[in-house]
């Protein structure tokens, strides 16, 4: 935060010299609304992880309160710390090219405050990149946890609390195997794929809502239909829109992947499914 902080300044520096008109960024050019919704697809990248702390609930005193005031905390210094650097860079450099799309956000902080602000970019990713790492194993290590405990995956596995360190190791080495892809997956092909399975959850996320509230529950009043149907069904509709937006890979590829789940449900259900009717017959006076 003290380095975006330091940038902006560099940026406010540049425009201390005038000549700047500050709704550039918004009336320049030929960027149609359409363009800018479809963008959405990708900066919603730069949001996720506000919904990860959901994950550590049940560790959380006072859970209902905390987390969601903790998750619109969260989102509204992401909103800020995004938006100010991204106005000020789009107002002194309104026609930035990279050379490489990977490394862009090092060309912006060296072509803004040279050589000596490029060093300090470098050395606050390489702590931002291993804190949001160990975020990341935790969140996901939690959430594989969970599916194990509730027999979602092999809870022989996935529900494994190790008898010491009181944590589920097997999660973690799972999370931490699959990390290492990122030494083989471009920055770039890595955003769209994560794009695919956040903007999936979203989707149903808000399906969920409905399911739940409107139909099971039936809180069926004026103000359910708003909160409970029509709210979450214009959600939902807009996350399918932006998917369309994703490439053509990240949907083949996500797609795949979430066939491969809905498979698996249903394997496991059909398991249970057998398993109760054998449980049955075996019963004293179940018919032969």
Request: proline residues 4%; contains cysteine; hydrophobic residues 50%.
């Amino acid at each position: 935060m003290v380095f975006i902080a330091a940038f902006s300044l560099f940026l406010i520096r540049n425009l201390l010299g005038g000549g700047y008109d500050p709704l550039a960024p918004f009336t320049s050019g030929n960027t149609s609304l359409y363009t800018i919704l479809s963008g959405s697809s990708i900066i919603c990248f730069s949001f996720l992880g506000f919904d990860s702390i959901t994950t550590l609930s049940e560790e959380t005193v006072n859970s209902r309160r905390i987390i969601p005031k903790a998750i619109m905390i969260i989102i509204f210094v992401a909103i800020t710390l995004y938006l100010i650097p991204s106005y000020l860079t789009q107002l002194v450099y309104p026609h930035l090219t990279f050379a490489d799309a990977d490394s862009a956000g090092f060309e912006i902080v060296r072509q803004v405050g040279g050589a000596g602000l490029g060093a300090a970019f470098v050395t606050v990713l390489v702590m931002a990149i291993f804190t949001q790492g160990v975020s990341s194993v935790v969140s996901c290590s939690r959430l594989l946890y969970v599916m194990g405990r509730d027999s979602i995956l092999p809870k022989r596995l996935f529900g494994y609390v190790h008898p010491k360190f009181k944590t589920p190791v097997f999660n973690v080495a799972v999370a931490c195997l699959f990390s290492l892809l990122a030494l083989t997956v471009s920055l770039e092909t890595a955003v769209k794929f994560v794009n695919f399975g956040a903007l999936t959850a979203f989707f149903f996320v808000n399906v969920s809502v409905i399911a739940k509230r409107y139909v099971r529950d039936k809180e069926r009043s004026l103000r359910g239909t708003a909160l409970y149907l029509l709210f979450p069904l214009a959600g939902a509709s807009f996350i399918g829109w932006l998917l369309t937006r994703l490439s053509k890979d990240a949907l083949a590829i996500g797609l795949v992947w979430l066939a491969a789940g809905a498979a698996y449900y249903l394997y496991r259900e059909r398991g249970k499914r057998l398993a109760a009717k054998s449980e049955a017959a075996l019963r004293p006076g179940a018919p032969s």
